[in-house]
C-alpha cells in the first residue's frame, strides 16, 4: 500500500522518499569520508615533513670523551665526598672516581663541553691544590693548610 506524503508542496509516495533519503544519505556519507580522509592525508604529510625535518637535522657529533687524573690531596672521607658532589656536577662530566688512598681524582668528561683546565680550576676552587696528573714525573703531593671545618 503506497502512502502519499506532501513534500515541498507535492505530493509524492513511499518509494520516492526513500530514494531521496537514500541519495541523501549517500551523499552525506561521502561527504563525510572526504573529510575524513583530507584531515588523515594532512596527518600523514606533517608526519613526513617532520620526519624528513628530522632526518635533515646535522647528526651531533660524537663526543669526545677523554680522560684525566689528578694528584690531590685530599684529607679524610669529608674531602673526598666534597669532591664528588661538586666536580660530579660540573658540565660534561661523564665518570668521576675519587680515591683518598691514592689522593687521586679520575674523570671521564666530554672534550666537547670541558677541559681539563677547567675541571683542575673547579678542584682548586673546592679548596684542594691540585699538584699535577697521575703518571707526569716530578710531581709529589705537598701538604696545604686550610680549615675544612672537620678535625684530622
Known sequence: MWVSVSLFGRKHNNHY???IMKKT???ILAAMMTISMSSAYATVSESTVSEAAAQKKPKKQKAEVKDVTFLVHLHCENCVKKVQE???FEKGVKDLKVSLE????AIKYDASKTSEATLKTAIETLGY???G????????????????????
Open 17 to 19: 522518499i526513500c530514494r
Open 25 to 27: 544519505i549517500t551523499l
Open 86 to 88: 661538586n666536580i660530579a
Open 102 to 105: 691514592d689522593q687521586t681524582v
Open 129 to 131: 691544590p691540585v699538584s
Open 133 to 152: 696528573k697521575a703518571g707526569e714525573a716530578g710531581h709529589e703531593h705537598h701538604e696545604h693548610s686550610h680549615d675544612h671545618g672537620h678535625q684530622h
